[in-house]
């Protein structure tokens, strides 16, 4: 069953646009006088963005700074941000989950949780903490929940996802589906939502929902999808590859239920490999799962994008944030390539298991990538080549602190540390240079610039932590 809808207007039961072009200059003339619209300007700054605590103290929860120096300024190691004090605070009751234009001249973010969950906001960047509110704000509530996830799909072109799957039990002696402990599974649906929005002048443009289209037989085999995220737009523009959470319930096993009172149910072995939803653009229609042959780890992310176009036109996949595999997907077939695996573990040559916690394309099928080992502490960075499957690790000041990796409760005396790495949203790129910001949980860092070509890095601006804080971008 699939439901779709085309807005030519962001309207749709109460209005998605609310405030739409109050204090907000779209004349035709000149270009420096405008406050939204597309990023038509060269690039004055980059922008950093941070985490803090939450009332209850959780590590990073509480919110989001920004703060915009420029290029000149990020190169400066004497140059000083403390985003905390001097900062802009991105609207959101949680961590911000920031995009931003190519230029990085704007922001974007839909606000995660609280009363204005789903909230979109656009932000023109000015320099230092002057961020200029369009108040373009379009309420993707209806569509895609308070929690969504979302990404830039392709320059201009916002995409929001949601999934969530439902169990069916085999009903009692009464007819009734079975709520608690001792049900037996029957099936399983999962169902999809997808919105559209136009960046430029923001509005939802379409949106679709749907039963993700598994088999009967993989349903009844407990498959399901609760989690969708990291939308791409591929090369040709026909196509939106969405990665998944694909997960499968233990049919031979009867629900239990938790402290809560919640029906809960056993997780068996994925047989079917890392899943890919694929979906018709601009249509949204002819949705579709594509499986890799070579992993079964998901792709889905956790807040950072982990797909993207490659030069060669095709899509290059990590399987984080957990994985340490990168799949691709050709533009020639919009399936996987089953002949291309590139496992970082194998290219770094070490026996720890790996994981990808962010990394980013820049050009001539090189990417840099953020990643931690298992029992090791720190983050740490690497080049990589995806046609020659290789990977250079490169030498960060402070890369072995625990803060970038986390630790468990067990591991500091009692309360966990959340890992920088685990949280971390976004590497910068201008030119030929990669920009990551790279601070332990609560101690200060610096930004690190990253040249791909010549594989040199350069200790950039000093960052100014706080307490259950840390860095997460560069846009």
């Not at 038509?40 to 700054?45: A, S």
């Not at 900062?87 to 995660?112: C, D, K, M, P």
């Not at 443009?205 to 737009?233: H, S, W």
């Amino acid at each position: 069953m699939m439901n779709t809808k085309f807005f030519k207007t962001a309207l749709f039961g109460a209005a998605l646009v609310a405030g739409a072009l109050v204090g907000c200059k779209k004349s035709s003339g000149d270009p420096d006088n405008q406050v939204s619209g597309p990023d038509v300007w060269e690039r004055e700054f980059i922008t950093l963005t941070a985490a803090f605590p939450d009332a209850a103290g959780e590590a990073g929860n509480g919110g989001t700074m920004a703060y915009a120096i420029t290029p000149a300024q990020a190169a400066d190691p004497n140059f000083e941000v403390n985003v905390f004090t001097a900062g802009y605070g991105l609207r959101s009751q949680r961590t911000a989950r920031v995009q931003g234009s190519l230029n990085g001249n704007f922001l974007y973010n839909i606000q995660y949780t609280g009363t204005d969950g789903g909230i979109f906001n656009k932000y023109k960047v000015e320099g230092q903490k002057n961020f200029v509110d369009t108040r373009e704000e379009v309420n993707t509530e209806p569509v895609l929940g308070t929690s969504p996830r979302w990404v830039v799909a392709a320059e201009g072109i916002g995409v929001g996802v949601f999934a969530s799957s439902k169990i069916t039990t085999v009903p009692n002696d009464k007819g009734e589906q079975v709520t608690g402990a001792g049900a037996t599974f029957a099936d399983v649906t999962s169902t999809a939502k997808i919105a559209v929005l136009d960046l430029n002048d923001p509005q939802i443009t379409r949106q679709t929902e749907f039963t993700i289209p598994f088999t009967a037989d993989q349903t009844k085999n407990g498959y399901q999808i609760g989690r969708i995220d990291v939308p791409v737009l591929n090369a040709a523009k026909n196509k939106i590859y969405i990665g998944c959470n694909l997960t499968r319930t233990d049919k031979t096993k009867l629900s239990g239920v938790n402290s809560n009172g919640t029906q809960t149910w056993s997780t068996t072995a994925n047989e079917l490999g890392t899943a890919t939803l694929v979906v018709d653009y601009p249509s949204l229609t002819n949705p579709k799962l594509i499986y890799s042959a070579n992993s079964k780890a998901n792709n889905h992310s956790y807040r950072t994008m982990s797909q993207y176009v490659a030069n060669d036109g095709n899509v290059y996949q990590a399987t984080a944030t957990a994985g340490s595999q990168f799949l691709r997907i050709l533009a020639t077939t919009n399936d996987y390539d089953n002949t291309y695996n590139f496992d970082l573990k194998t290219a770094l040559g070490t026996s720890n298991n790996v994981a990808i916690r962010a990394w980013r394309y820049i050009k001539d099928g090189i990417g840099m990538v953020l990643y931690t080992e298992t029992g090791v502490d720190g983050g740490y960075l690497a080049l990589i080549n995806l046609n020659a499957k290789t990977a250079d690790r490169l030498i960060i000041e402070n890369q072995t602190d625990a803060g970038f990796s986390g630790l468990s409760a067990a591991q500091n005396g009692g309360k966990a540390l959340v890992g920088t790495f685990g949280q971390f949203q976004n590497i910068g790129i201008i030119g030929d240079n990669f920009y990551v910001p790279m601070t332990p949980n609560g101690l200060d860092g610096n930004l690190y610039i990253v040249n791909y070509k010549t594989k040199t890095v350069t200790k950039g601006a000093k960052l100014k932590n706080q307490s259950g804080s840390f860095y997460l971008g560069a846009y």
